[in-house]
Nanobody
Framework: QSQLKESGGGSVEPGGSLRLSCAAY????????LGWFRQAPGKPREGVAA???????TYADSVKDRFTISKDVDKNTIYLDMTKIEPEDSATYYC??????????????????WGQGTLVTVSS
């Protein structure tokens, strides 16, 4: 069972904002790269963003300048602040961890651990 738990999904209008949270249990987030991938029905996983153990962040081109990933070490939680949301952002968002941030953002098919997901629906 995953030690990652997402929250914060919901329905949002195009152009709106949303914050997703992911609480990590049983391990310290500063020892791993943590991030998000998403998956829409009938589509493959798509990497979204990742924050490395020492702080650097990585984003998919599709969300760059719109989404911001951050972490709170004291709360062992990461966040994804989504702004200027587009209909194409509709998907289930999964929190995940890996030793390599590039896997999360560019090769999410190789990920082996993720939470139960939180659904984001974009509609007007």
């Amino acid at each position: 069972q995953s030690q990652l738990k997402e929250s914060g999904g919901g329905s949002v209008e195009p152009g709106g904002s949303l914050r997703l949270s992911c609480a990590a249990y049983a391990y310290a987030i500063n020892n791993y790269c943590l991030g998000w991938f998403r998956q829409a029905p009938g589509k493959p996983r798509e990497g979204v963003a990742a924050v490395d153990s020492n702080g650097p962040t990585t984003y998919a081109d599709s969300v760059k300048d719109r989404f911001t990933i951050s972490k709170d070490v004291d709360k062992n939680t990461i966040y994804l602040d989504m702004t200027k949301i587009e209909p194409e952002d509709s998907a289930t968002y999964y929190c995940t961890s890996d030793l390599n941030c590039a896997v999360i953002v560019h090769s999410p098919m190789w990920l082996e651990d993720w939470g139960q997901g939180t659904l984001v629906t974009v509609s007007s």
